[in-house]
């Protein structure tokens, strides 16, 4: 089984220091050394972004994808073959917005696999510009005249959408990422998990410091029932919008919001997953006793 | 009279500069590296009250295509900026461009294509798109990237015309270096690109048209594409015109294909974008050298101007071609390839090799060119043949 460092290739991150990613890649990492998952049982795969750059930091059966379209490939993958446990890595432009379809569909067909968001608000490998989970109002230098939209609500969206699993973590709290790590890539299903990631060199809005004054746990909130789809939705509701907002004025809840065991999955329903190409022709056949019969 | 002033800027910043000054009523545009900072200066300047300009921030850009196809549609001025994936994401919608008709102006900052993935320069996001329908002007520096742009806007906009139009830069080395340019006053600048009358607009409440309706079999789409290819050829005339009413203003040449040394050369390199300046630095070389190298820049790709090129090389005992991108499977890349074709009238046949060279942002060193033109004299005292699919510097 791979430890943490054999997760590591011979790159070094070219992360910034201090970004959320570096907290992000190793709660993945020692997520998948605790999980004890065997290197053929698992598969990678990236969107582009400076998330996606992870797919070079990464040693692991892997897939660096375009802007926007790892789900589709993370897709085929898991489809290829069931047997393998799909993660997917993702920005918050490249999943939700350019490739925000993919997020709507593969919700709807609740597929098994893990998506990871990196979510820092913001484009970071392009420098700096807004994305769809840019506040209103922010400026960036795509957007002098501050953002004119509102921001994409993926816990919302998801939710609404029936998704199995939805959670949001916090990439300045790498215990608690790691414990929905662990149960987004057990649940079966199509699991969502948007992490709050700082991007320390283009975001300077929303900081490590700004989600510590801010960010407190579900699973802490006295009443809170994660099989609760209405509970879940008005709590995403209540909360995505006010990044603007001061601390004491609202906060922003991380942990499961949602959870369902036992609704089918998208792989439950095709018949021809039942017995998957790849084992039909693990074995050459010997089919000399077959042509005997027709005389040789 | 035109007033410039010279400026030390990117090519990017001087592309976005003269966006500015062709005054378009509609940018819709998604970032990518190296055409991001078009884009983004363009935001400042529509920011600051400098452009009164509907600057729309879309997700992806095949909407952002698709916005601007909406908007042109509608009788808008409209431009945009994109590379590489982009350009890729847009396939569709460039298309719908050209065959409905949509004068709309792109900055193109050319970048290689995924995968795997590189950001760096090479001429296979905009070759990808060269049947798309689309004028395309490639720049070999930042000041011809700032001159084509305002040349496109007339070019797009000719009621003759009528097409879209791709101006191509150099991802990086054009894009993003400081180069020293001369920019032109607004004002005249205003009054080349004039008021654009658009026709058959959408917001023509007294003329409702439909744009893009049905012209399936039996329809007139055979008829269509004629149109088009009559526009495409028409375009050749407007481009000379508007390139040489450029000239008179800007006080520098334009041709659709620009040579140098070529009135007593022996060997000759068919080039287009930033590499022509290194071609022409080695060419200079080897001339106080005595051998008679000329270059021959091509400015223009679509319409491709064969005719002049054919007379360019009228003469030349050997001829290679630099292409910047694969054409995988043909004789060549996609330059070698026009290039070899506008030769066949000629009445002696001359022998064509073709380079491929600089993808993904590999160097172009000078000593490769020497190496072209060392090959050249070979080939031209029959020493040598001309060898296919050189990968110029290849590991
Ligand atoms: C089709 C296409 N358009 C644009 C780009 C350029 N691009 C690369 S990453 C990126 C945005 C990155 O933002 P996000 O997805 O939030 O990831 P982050 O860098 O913040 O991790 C863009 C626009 C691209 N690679 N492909
Ligand atoms: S630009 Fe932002 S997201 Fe990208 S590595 Fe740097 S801090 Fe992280
Ligand atoms: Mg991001």
């Known amino acids: 089984m791979p430890k943490v460092a054999d997760f590591e290739t011979a790159l070094t991150p070219t992360w910034c220091p201090g970004c959320g990613n570096h907290a992000m890649w190793r709660a993945l990492k020692e997520t998948l ?42 897709t085929g993958i898991a489809l290829s073959n069931p047997d393998l446990k799909v ?7 490249d999943g939700y917005g350019i490739g925000g379809n993919h997020f709507i569909h593969s919700v709807r067909r609740n597929i098994d696999m893990t998506a990871i968001f990196h979510n820092n608000q913001i484009y970071g490998l392009t420098t700096g510009q807004a994305s769809p989970t840019s506040d209103q109002f922010m400026k960036t230098p795509s957007t002098p005249g501050g953002v004119i939209e509102e921001p994409v609500n993926p816990v919302g969206v998801a939710v609404a959408q029936g998704a199995t699993f939805v959670a949001r973590g916090f990439a300045g709290d790498i215990p608690h990422l790691k414990e929905l790590y662990k149960a987004a890539i057990q649940h079966e299903g199509f699991a969502v998990v948007d992490v709050f990631q700082p991007c320390v060199t283009w975001n300077k809005m929303n900081t490590f410091k700004w989600f510590r004054d801010r960010v407190y746990k579900l699973e802490e909130l006295e009443g809170y029932d994660v099989t609760d789809r209405t509970m879940a939705f008005e709590t995403s509701m209540k909360t995505f919008h006010e ?9 922003v809840p991380i942990g499961i919001f949602y959870r369902e065991e036992g609704a089918a999955t998208y792989q439950d329903d095709l018949p021809q997953l039942k017995a998957p190409l790849y084992k039909l022709a693990e074995k050459p056949r010997d ?8 005389g040789g | 009279m035109a007033t410039q002033k010279t400026v030390s800027a990117t090519g990017n910043a001087v592309v976005a500069d003269a966006m500015r000054q062709c005054k378009p009523d509609v940018m819709a545009a998604y970032p990518i590296t ?15 009250g400098r452009v009164h300009t509907e600057y729309v921030t879309v997700e992806s850009e095949h909407s952002a295509m698709s ?25 569709e919608e460039l298309h719908v461009a050209s065959g409905m008709r949509l004068p709309i102006v792109m900055a193109n900052a050319n970048r290689a294509l995924s995968a795997p993935i590189n950001i760096h320069c090479d001429h296979g996001d905009a070759m990808g798109a060269r049947d798309a329908g689309w004028v395309m002007l490639f720049a070999e520096t930042a000041q011809e990237a700032y001159d084509n742009t305002i040349m496109a806007t007339r070019i797009a906009e000719n009621p003759a015309v009528l097409l879209p139009v791709m101006s191509c830069l150099d991802g990086f080395i054009t894009t993003h270096s400081i180069d020293r340019v001369d920019v032109l006053d607004d004002e005249s600048v205003a009054e080349f690109v004039g008021e654009y009358a658009p026709q058959n607009a959408l917001l023509d409440i007294d003329q409702p048209v439909t744009h893009g309706a049905f012209a399936g079999l039996g329809g007139p789409f055979f008829e269509f594409k004629r149109a088009q290819r009559d526009a495409m050829e028409r375009s050749r005339e407007v481009i000379s015109s508007v390139g040489a009413e450029y000239s008179e203003l800007s006080g520098r040449p334009f041709g659709a294909v620009e040579s140098w040394g070529m009135e007593d050369a022996d060997v000759a390199i068919v080039v287009i974008g930033s590499t022509a300046g290194n071609v022409r630095h080695v060419a200079r070389q080897l001339r106080a050298e005595g051998v008679k190298a000329g270059i021959v820049k091509v400015r223009v790709f679509r319409p491709f101007p064969y005719a002049e090129l054919a007379a360019a090389l009228s003469g030349v005992k050997a001829v290679a071609v630099l292409d910047r991108a694969e054409s995988f499977g043909a004789e060549g890349g996609p330059l070698f390839l026009e290039v070899r074709s506008a030769l066949y009238d000629a009445e002696t046949r001359v022998p064509v090799a073709g380079y491929i060279y600089g993808l993904g942002g590999s160097d172009v060193r000078l000593e490769l060119i020497e190496r072209v033109y060392s090959d050249l004299s070979d080939i031209a005292a029959g020493t040598a043949q001309p060898g296919g699919f050189v990968y110029l510097g290849a590991r």
């Not at chain 2, 190296?34 to 600051?48: D, L, N, R, S, Y």
């Open chain 2, 67 to 91: 916005a601007c196809v909406g908007a042109s549609a509608a009788g808008a001025r409209v431009m945009t900026a994109t590379s590489s994936q982009g350009l890729a994401l847009m396939w």
């Open chain 1, 287 to 294: 089919i000399s006793k077959t042509l005997e019969s027709y």
């Open chain 1, 87 to 93: 993660i997917v890595e993702m920005g918050d432009g």
């Open chain 1, 33 to 74: 050394e605790e999980l004890e998952l065997p290197w053929t049982d698992f598969a990678m795969v990236w969107g582009i972004g400076c998330h996606g750059n992870g797919a070079d930091f990464f040693r692991c059966q892997g897939f660096h994808s375009l802007h926007g379209r790892a789900l589709p490939v993370a």
């Open chain 1, 243 to 251: 990044l603007t907002c001061a601390p004491d004025e609202c906060k």
């Open chain 2, 34 to 48: 190296p055409q991001t900072t078009i884009v983004e200066e363009f935001a400042g300047f529509v920011a600051k």
